[in-house]
Each structure stands twice: as structure tokens, then as C-alpha cells.
């Protein structure tokens, strides 16, 4: 993270989000990470009412302008640097760009590649939405 007047929060659950959010909207730059390649809101527990809260809230942190996601990213170290601290991240590859995917799933169909369970190792993700393609194993391409 290289901008002095940004704030950065780890953990992109429902209260990294909603700080996320708040701190958008007061005009703060905001670098929300995450270890997972994917968020998920957990659902489950909650009414039809906290669901949809819930999806508002996510479409609302994905396309905010002041918010930047980034997932499979966890922090390696924080140093202090003047008045402030300068903080080292690290993000495994995501195979697929965020940038120039469009979620079309074109990709789904001309993937040549299955594995052993009988599934692509390509596969949608909700938010952000894109696709990805899980090499957590053994990679699936050579």
C-alpha cells in the first residue's frame, strides 16, 4: 500500500465491509484484504432481510471507487516509516484478471482441462465476481 493517507483493513467479513464502506464514504482510500480467493457472506444464520443487507453491502464495497479488494492477499510485515508505517503484502497469483474479465463464462466451455472429480478447475466466483481457476493442488494447466 504506497498511498500515505490510506487505511488498511484486513479481513474482508461483514465488519471489515462495513468499515470498508464507512470509511469510503467519508472520502478515505481503503485497501480491504483477504486470504481467501473469494467472499463469501455468510447466510445462513441470518433473515431475508440481513441476506439482502448483505448483498447490498457487497455490491456497494465492490464498485466503490475509494475501495480496492484484494483477495488471496495477507500481510507480511509492518515497518514504521516516519510518522507513519509502510505495510508489505503479498497476493498469490489469481490466474484471472479482475480487470479484463467480464464474467461471461466463455472460458468455461473452451477449457480442455477436467479434473479427477469431474469438475473444470475453472469456476465462478461471487464476489468479486470473475472466474478463477483453482491451483491450490496440483496444477490443473501445464
Given amino acids: ?36 480467493s473469494e467472499i463469501i457472506p455468510p ?24 475501495i480496492e479488494l484484494l483477495t488471496q492477499t495477507e500481510m507480511k510485515e509492518i515497518t514504521e516509516a516516519g510518522a507513519g508505517i509502510e505495510v508489505e503484502l503479498i497476493q498469490e497469483p489469481l490466474w484471472v484478471s479482475y480487470d479484463l474479465c467480464v464474467d461471461c463464462g466463455k472460458c468455461l466451455g473452451s477449457c480442455p482441462v477436467e479434473l479427477s472429480n469431474g469438475f473444470k478447475p475453472l469456476y465462478e466466483l461471487k464476489a468479486p465476481t470473475s472466474m478463477t481457476i483453482d491451483k491450490r493442488k496440483k496444477a490443473p494447466c501445464t
Fill in 1 to 36: 500500500m504506497t498511498s500515505p493517507e490510506g487505511i488498511l483493513i484486513i479481513g474482508a467479513n461483514l465488519q471489515g465491509l462495513q468499515a470498508a464502506l464507512t470509511l469510503a464514504r467519508l472520502g478515505r482510500n481503503v485497501t480491504l484484504i483477504d486470504k481467501n
Fill in 43 to 66: 447466510s445462513q444464520s441470518l433473515s431475508d432481510k440481513g441476506k439482502r443487507w448483505n448483498q447490498y453491502l457487497y455490491t456497494q464495497v465492490l464498485y466503490h471507487p475509494l
